[in-house]
């Protein structure tokens, strides 16, 4: 079983290179998956795919995880001052 919960049926880019992948519902597109995304907080500039696992939390974030080094790594994706969805990491789980 992989990590992704939701279908990507939408695509977009971000104006960082980042690609957004949306499922298509009957209320509008809801975030399934982020390819290329900005590890934020970490060393470098690291990026990679982040998987959406729940619904929105707060109003700035939205639960999530992704692999580092064949390692699953949670987190949440939130919005970095240039307004570009980026991931960053937690330390508790």
Not at 19 to 43: H, T
Request: aromatic residues 8%; charged residues 25%; glycine residues 10%.
């Amino acid at each position: 079983m992989g990590l992704q919960k939701y279908r990507a049926d939408l695509s977009e880019m971000q104006k960082d290179g980042a690609i957004i992948k949306s499922a298509q519902w009957m209320g509008g597109p809801s975030l399934a998956r982020i390819d290329n995304c900005r590890l934020a907080d970490l060393q470098g500039d690291m990026r990679g795919i982040v998987y959406i696992q729940g619904e929105p939390d707060t109003l700035f974030s939205i639960p999530a995880v992704t692999r580092i080094m064949g390692k699953t790594v949670k987190g949440f994706v939130t919005t970095d001052d240039d307004g570009n969805l980026v991931f960053r990491h937690v330390y508790y789980a």
